[in-house]
DNA sequence: ATGTTTCAATCATAAATATTGATAAATTCA
DNA sequence: TGAATTTATCAATATTTATGATTGAAACAT
């Protein structure tokens, strides 16, 4: 191999390499980044060593031997001009750069870990694997199935898990790694969880067809006031979100019934039980043939429906190829649309 | 070199490697990646080919022979065991897997390309280069100040160049690639255009103190209706915006001056030459002492600005060095972060 | 302290792999 | 048809990468 980094040639090349045919075109930019060495397996040798903290188990872990990863880490260091690690005592240290390093590096070095899987998924559909997916009752019955319907279409092979938890269980199991990812909507999102909405739907209030209030147009919170709600309990997000506007407009309110599902609680409005405000997700076509149905937006927020995923983690191809059903650019990222807006 | 992909080792290892220690740790799941020869090369390959058309072509740009170019992707077509090119005519046409492929490669690729430089910028800063950004003069007067501080003093060497334009010609530079990204207020996105926002601000409406309207906590569209309106030039987008809102209201107004730059209208306001609505970005602190300022929210949009870029452009390390000051997750990625709601 | 264990660095050597020049074959273009 | 351009093939060679053996240091146990 001719030292083609920075010496492109030396005899008049046949195969007419890099150094020909630099006059007319651009202005010499390509060509820019020479490629010492092997980059690649020194980053990935890196990324390994600071994840397993030792030279010996980075060896382990890419099938290589310790003296491997001594001196591809140290060509790195070399070629770089820079000081990565402080090999002190048992434990290797970061160093600034190295700080830094792995913070550029690492995403590449996962992406490339897992780029032929990725790619075999893509073209035959992912062979084997298993993916679990924590989610609530209403995600599950409402906004998943026509996704999971497309990813057993495309990946039939595939072990599909679905949870059903409610919040706090969702964040254990991610936490725990026991779900490659959550679906749901976020209140609030801790510091250790990522949180992508997706999809956004209006609250709606729903009421028997017959009801003294369907018809009227536009409802007020005033006029909702004198009438029994029908919510789900008092645990859940909706329950909270509606207390908390009609305490802050100061307006009295009243839970006629107490009831888990919204599937019972339609049917109970539609008996004529009472009203109730639900999220928009699970308000279908074949609803508003027995329910009256009006937006209540201007009242109550958006409920916003999105991907939750443990900061760091890494997801699997099986995780990301369904990531990547509920939202294309959402993990090639490349793609700085302005999310939000989506749903409605 | 021992085949080390699949058949860890013969001898019992002195630097035991990988089969060793697989006992009571984790169930065998690290060494799921082997790596077949040097699949990065060959993407880099691939990639360039795609990019650049033909084999020949890309030899040149990786200062590598044809042959090389040529053998690489094979090895990627058979290891991956898919056709990835059609070496039809004089222009190679990609499959549906080589399409694939290259929407997957390519972002790691040239990940990969800048990493190098991405890293010197990060651990040494700048040594060199320019960095050209078009934006509006209300951006660049409000917005970039601090941030072009910061970038200043962290990357002293870089050249930096503000284009002063207005949206279109903004929109035209990048185009040509004559900037590297524009920062600012889009009202629509084209389609060859990412545009991701950053900050958000109400809009404002200012008068001058003594004005009877500054009497009033709130202030309505009517109320504002009969007096005279200070407003930028027509083609820029806050005149379409106010003329927009004060047409769906079917509400009287009428433009008294008509005046370009934020500093002049507020001026002339104090003076009470008339009153304006501007965007929250132009009001400081100072600005209260001379000016009634109120929210006009519930009736004009909110103004987003954020970065504009062409898509598919790759950004230059002074550039990504920039976005990542005014928005430190949206090139690393990796961060869900919902967007929206930072400014205000 | 002293012996044991764990870990990283060094080095010469072996093996795999990448690159190349030469050349042939295929395609396009004039 | 002939010139030009492009890709494929092949054997030879240059280069890189990995390894075993070994050493020296630090951490740990007693």
């Not at 839970?255 to 109730?276: H, N, P, Q, R, T």
Request: charged fraction near 25%.
């Amino acid at each position: 191999m001719k030292k083609h980094a920075g010496t492109p040639s030396k005899s008049k090349k046949i195969h007419r390499s890099a150094a020909k045919k630099r006059a007319g075109g651009e202005p010499a930019d390509a060509g820019r980044f020479y490629y010492k060495g092997n980059r690649h397996k020194q980053l990935r040798a890196f990324v390994s060593v600071v994840k397993l903290g030792t030279l010996t188990r980075a060896a382990e872990a890419l099938f290589l031997s310790q003296p491997t990863i001594s001196l591809q880490l140290q060509a790195l260091e070399r070629e770089l001009g820079v000081t990565l690690l402080e090999r002190r005592r048992r434990r290797i240290n970061l160093t600034d750069a190295g700080e830094a390093l792995y913070e550029l590096a690492r995403p590449l070095v996962e992406g490339w870990d897992t780029l032929d899987r990725d790619f075999q998924a893509r073209v035959k559909g992912l062979q084997a694997g298993r993916l679990t997916i924590a989610a609530g009752t209403s995600t599950i019955q409402y906004l998943l199935p026509e996704l999971v319907r497309r990813y057993r279409e495309r990946f039939p092979a595939v072990q599909l898990q679905l949870a059903n938890v409610t919040g706090k269980d969702g964040l254990a199991m991610l936490r725990a790694d026991e779900a490659d990812f959550a679906v749901g909507s976020m209140l609030d999102v801790p510091n250790d969880i990522a949180w992508a909405p997706v999809q956004h739907y209006d609250p709606m209030l729903i009421l028997p067809p017959d009801h003294p209030l369907a018809a009227k147009e536009k409802i007020t919170l005033e006029d909702i006031s004198p009438y029994g709600l029908i919510l789900p309990p008092q645990r859940l997000s909706t329950y909270r979100l509606v207390d908390l506007v009609f305490q802050q407009r100061q307006m009295p309110y009243h839970v006629a019934i107490e009831v888990g599902g919204w599937d019972v609680i339609k049917e109970y409005v539609a008996m004529g039980l009472g009203i109730s405000i639900v999220t928009g997700i699970c308000i279908t076509e074949a609803d508003h043939a027995r329910l009256a149905v009006r937006n209540m937006k201007q009242y109550f927020p958006q409920r916003s429906y999105g991907v939750v995923m443990r900061k760091g983690k890494f997801l699997s191809a099986e995780a990301r190829a369904f990531v990547d059903l509920i939202r294309p650019g959402l993990l090639t990222h490349r793609d700085y649309d302005e999310p939000g807006h989506s749903g409605r």
